[in-house]
């Protein structure tokens, strides 16, 4: 038997959210930034105009093939890869994004993996995500909360994506928490066990 045809769910990003996203995101020229799920590269673009490296990840070949012509005369390296398999840098890094909502959670772990160089990430993830990173105990929140703030942000309408998104989208940043913060928590951890 056959295997089943790939299923590409895909939301576009309009180019106004895409322009609000990245303009919340703070990125300064240098950057290093990678845009998950980089479709037609709305997101992309918006990146490039504040003067940003881009890594541009998108596992549909056609769409990669496009993303490489559109951009080869910026500093932008397309990648078609898994967003759940992708290999992060070794430098500091910062992430805006829309990712596949089928790959958020398996994204969301490797980002906060130990060893990340993750410095933010603003992804636009189904509301309840959001929430769960933000305020309740999402898989792994005590090896990653040591490292990480998630806060929940704004949320954008279905109108915002073509074709229109699930209901319930927010965006989910993710910080690395300054370094006083931290040795906070591992002295409170420390207090708790002694």
């Known amino acids: 038997m056959p295997a089943a045809p790939r299923r590409w769910g895909w939301h576009q990003l309009d180019r106004q959210w895409a322009a609000t996203l990245v303009g919340d995101a703070q990125i300064s020229p240098g950057d290093l ?14 990146l490039v105009d504040r003067g940003a490296r881009v890594l541009a990840v998108e596992l549909h070949p056609g769409r990669a093939t496009s993303l ?7 500093h ?3 990648i ?24 958020t959670t398996g994204l969301l772990r490797r980002l906060t993996a130990p ?13 309840h995500v959001a929430r ?18 998630a806060v929940e942000g704004r949320s954008l309408p279905r109108s915002a994506f073509a074709p229109p998104a699930p209901n319930g989208v927010a965006v ?11 040795r ?3 002295v409170g951890r420390v207090t708790r066990r002694t």
């Open 76 to 78: 932008v390296t397309v």
């Open 132 to 149: 769960r990173w933000a305020t309740g105990d999402p898989p792994g929140s005590h090896r990653w909360r040591r490292e990480y703030v």
């Open 80 to 103: 078609v890869a898994d967003a759940a398999d992708l290999r992060l840098p070794r430098r500091p890094f910062r992430v805006v994004a829309n990712p596949p909502f089928s790959a």
């Open 172 to 182: 989910l940043t993710i910080r690395r928490a300054p370094s006083g913060a931290r």
């Open 115 to 127: 060893g990340s160089r993750l410095v933010r990430a603003d992804l636009i993830v189904p509301w």
């Open 33 to 46: 930034v990678i845009d998950v799920g980089a479709g037609t590269g709305v997101i992309t673009q918006q």
């Open 68 to 74: 490489r012509q559109q951009f080869a005369r910026h």
């Open 184 to 186: 906070r928590r591992d």
